[in-house]
């Protein structure tokens, strides 16, 4: 396993947005991507064949609404979308080493 180091996020008033770089993830079958979300952390995995790709946030800054949050595949990208639970401003997310 390896972990997704490559990432950035935007913070918006009512959600968090992740742009996780994982290139080849937009070739692998949609069963090979698996994202976890829950009120206070949330994971990624991604067999690419080769490689095992992992992220992980295990303690966000406030909760999410888990059923609000989603992600999809793009070129060599896997965003993010995570609903606020509070429309509290978001300095830092931390991922897990």
Do not use: C, N
């Amino acid at each position: 396993e390896e972990t997704i180091s490559k990432y950035s996020w935007l913070d918006r008033e009512r959600s968090v947005s992740i742009y996780l770089q994982v290139p080849g993830v937009h070739e692998v079958p949609p069963e090979k991507v698996q994202v976890r979300f829950r009120e206070l952390s949330l994971d990624v995995r991604v067999d690419l064949g080769s490689v095992v790709k992992t992220f992980a946030i295990t303690e966000l800054p406030l909760e999410i609404v888990v059923a609000e949050s989603r992600w999809r595949v793009k070129e060599g990208q896997i965003v993010l979308f995570l609903r606020k639970w509070a429309r509290t401003a978001w300095f830092k997310i931390q991922q897990k080493r």
